[in-house]
């Protein structure tokens, strides 16, 4: 824990952006558009190809080599397929909704560092469009912002599905956003700041993964529930919600719901890069070579965008492998376990860095404790099989419950028991009939050929 008190304690001031004038704007911001927008082709390729690799299948390899033009495609059918719009339909919210969503997704990347300073065309600049003391909470007010597109999308469809999706939605974010701005005080109680710029400075002498590995593993959990992404995807779940909020959209406003939901995944990715993974420092021992050579110039921008590959590799690799949680077991996860994990995460992180600020105690040895501890005790509870209520002697049988008393159909809480439906009451009747028996009831016939 030395290590967190002396990184914090020599962090750079931040980028210096004095040199920058309007033309150096403008061609940061197009970049990252461009950036953000062929990232997200590139990303629906890779998405199937390895996809396809877990499930034994080729994935997309006849447009172009590789496939890869198959993502060109599916964008030029989006574009030229037919737009419908619902007549029930706000209209006004129902075409607002996805431009929310996309837009929102296109701010994050403005205050996230690709790298140090560099010369364009002369003029000496940080590979960052800009960046100010609270330019974190400037991300997470972004991704909270851009939830209203989902919401508002769902609710101006007039369509009972969207509506649930939408509602979902709500929840979700407010579920897992708390979990992950948790596990973000930490960073910013070690790191002495909420720039992004000096938070990377602050990872010189060792990246934030690993003193802060509990809340790293919160903060991971907790983007793909933040993204809708499986096993999180329960606004979209098309098994239980035909589409969910994009039910009633098509052509490119349904392209915008799906382009903010790739954009949103570049988004936690590059947040996980600069504020655990180093930003665009390069990986040791790398940057010991030459007294960091490969930490100048435009070398930064590589490691930067492997790292942020890293992590769509592991969105990709977690949808081929788990399975959708069910959404009682999706808001107990996230209110029962990821909060309160990350509650006490950063209490013990304020305690350990508060006693080595004012105190000469070497709390090193307790704090690698007190982080084994708390794994081991998140670890147990699930581990613990709940236990089941006992019934009572001579208690009463359930009573048939009417989901449909209140004109809507409502599903059983617990202790209430659904009436045998009709349909099973018939194939009862049929199946212990004189058509299985033969006619006989002690010793069962075939029956007869039917002509």
Same mark, same amino acid.
């Given at each position: 824990m030395t290590v967190l008190a002396t990184a914090a304690g020599t962090a750079a001031t931040g980028a210096d952006f004095s040199n920058d004038v309007f033309w150096v704007w403008l061609l940061k911001a197009v970049g990252i558009i461009v950036f953000l927008l062929l990232s997200v082709l590139i990303a629906i390729?890779?998405?199937?190809?390895?996809?396809?690799?877990?499930?034994?299948? *080729?994935? *997309?390899?006849?447009?172009? *080599?590789?496939?890869?033009?198959?993502?060109?495609?599916?964008?030029?059918?989006?574009?030229?397929?037919?737009?419908?719009?619902?007549?029930?339909?706000?209209?006004?919210?129902?075409?607002?909704? *996805?431009?929310?969503?996309?837009?929102?997704?296109?701010?994050?990347?403005?205050?996230i560092p690709f790298g140090p300073e560099v010369s364009i065309f002369g003029v000496v600049t940080p590979l960052q469009l800009t960046d100010f003391p609270v330019a974190v909470l400037y991300i997470l007010a972004c991704a909270s912002v851009g939830v209203y597109g989902i919401v508002l999308g769902g609710w101006s469809s007039n369509s009972t599905y969207p509506l649930l999706g939408a509602v979902r939605s709500t929840a979700q974010v407010i579920s897992y956003e708390l979990s992950m701005g948790l596990s973000l005080v930490s960073v910013f109680i070690v790191a002495g700041s909420m720039s992004t710029s000096q938070i990377v400075d602050?990872?010189?002498?060792?990246?934030?993964?690993i003193p802060l590995l509990p809340a790293f593993i919160i903060y991971v959990i907790s983007m793909v529930g933040e993204t809708n992404r499986l096993p999180f995807d329960l606004p979209e779940a098309e098994g239980e919600l035909v589409g969910g909020y994009t039910t009633e959209y098509s052509s490119m406003k349904f392209a915008w719901f799906f382009l903010a939901e790739y954009i949103n995944m570049l988004n936690v990715s590059a947040v996980a890069t600069t504020l655990f993974f180093g930003g665009w420092r390069a990986p040791w021992p790398l940057s010991a070579i030459n007294d960091g050579m490969f930490n100048t110039g435009w070398w930064p921008l590589l490691w930067f965008v492997v790292k942020i590959w890293l992590f769509m590799f592991l969105f990709v690799w977690i949808r081929g492998t788990l399975l959708r949680f069910r959404y009682d077991q999706f808001m107990k996860f996230g209110w029962k376990v990821l909060i309160?994990?990350?509650?006490?995460?950063?209490?013990?992180?304020?305690?350990?860095?508060?006693?080595?600020?004012?105190?000469?105690?070497?709390?090193r040895t307790w704090a690698i404790g007190a982080a084994v501890v708390l794994v081991a005790v998140v670890v147990i509870t699930f581990l613990i099989p709940e236990k089941k209520q006992p019934e009572e002697e001579g208690a009463a049988p359930d009573e048939p419950f009417d989901a449909f008393a209140d004109g809507f159909p409502v599903p059983p809480l617990p202790g209430q028991q659904l009436p045998p439906s009709p349909r099973a009451a018939r194939l009862a009747t049929v199946s212990s009939g004189p058509a299985l028996t033969g006619g006989d009831d002690s010793t069962p016939t075939e029956e007869a050929p039917r002509g």
């Open positions: 390729w890779f998405e199937r190809r390895v996809v396809g690799r877990m499930q034994l299948r *080729p994935g *997309p390899n006849v447009h172009g *080599p590789f496939g890869l033009f198959q993502s060109l495609g599916d964008a030029m059918k989006l574009l030229l397929k037919e737009d419908i719009t619902v007549k029930a339909a706000d209209k006004v919210i129902y075409i607002v909704a *996805p431009v929310i969503a996309v837009f929102c997704s296109l701010l994050t990347y403005a205050v602050s990872q010189t002498r060792v990246w934030w993964l309160p994990s990350a509650l006490i995460w950063l209490v013990c992180v304020a305690v350990v860095q508060g006693v080595q600020q004012f105190s000469d105690l070497d709390v």
